[in-house]
């Protein structure tokens, strides 16, 4: 028994030293192989925030990032879906404090007002905010079936409207156009439901109708139009005139037939929206990432016909 102990201890011990070797060679091994750069650290994760899935901005922050991680090196871009832009400006004002690069698609219109504290931001404005460049113009469409009674924004009093999740920019254009109509925030049902809640609702009357938003063509209002029988409100000229003072907001058509059941053009209004970052963020990854992508705008065109609007004549 004595000596089948001992030469358990003995094989025991071997093992022990066994692995300490070997530990002491996989440390000499990853030296080496780091000095001679073979061993490489993981990428840093950049995250590109855009609004949630249904829109067109999600579209084109998939596209930027699959053009950036497929030709650039040493960084991964990782697309995140927020509940609004509000959402984003928080989130790229703690990438700031922490002074780490972020990335950010949603509206110049809230953009000028995070950056100046207005609205919103009145306690918290965002000064280390930046624009990177123009992204593409953004219709917004006010939806109803094509049986309901509302035939202007000004027949809304009362109505439930779906207008998009609270702080997002669709939320907010949203009330901005109905009180430039005459119908104040107090004057309807304001239901902040995402893009998908919007088409549920008006698809089983569960709202009198709602708004939606993203670069022609809007994907979630083809998807409606080709199942059920809908129609976009038109602006009032009166409003569409006024848009002359706000230089994020623009006006625009809807072309007879560009959808099903679009039998006469129909005028309305969108905004602006641009590729923004924080001021902590790498200036060489800024550069890098915009340069990358104007030079290989051609594969980041193929997302949405709405890229086509990045363009250096339009940078600014």
Known sequence: MGKRNQKSKLKGGNRVMASKFMSIVIAVLVMFFSAAGIVQSAPELIPMYTLPAGGTVYVLGAGIVNVSNKHMTGTKFVQQASTGTLDIVRKMMQKDMQKKSAFGIFATVDGYNAYKGNNEYTRRPFTNLRAVTFINSTDLYLVVRTK??????????????????AGSTMAN?????????????????????????????????????????????????????TNFDVRIIPVDEAVLKKLSQYPYYYRNVVKAKSYKGIDKDVPIMGFMVGLHTNANADPDLVYKMIKNLYENKSAYYAVHSSAKELTV????
Do not use: M, W
């Not at 309901?148 to 999740?165: E, H, N, V, W």
């Not at 239901?191 to 938003?213: K, P």
């Open 148 to 165: 309901s009674p509302i035939q202007s924004y000004k027949d809304c009093k009362g109505k439930r409207l779906g207008i998009g999740a």
């Open 313 to 316: 004549k339009n940078a600014a």
């Open 173 to 225: 254009t949203a009330l901005f156009l109905l009180e430039q109509h005459g119908i104040t925030k107090d004057a309807f049902k304001a239901q902040y439901y995402s893009y998908r809640e919007i088409v549920e609702g008006i698809q089983d009357n569960s709202l009198d109708g709602g708004f939606l938003a993203g670069g022609f063509p809007i994907a979630a209002y083809t998807e409606l139009a």
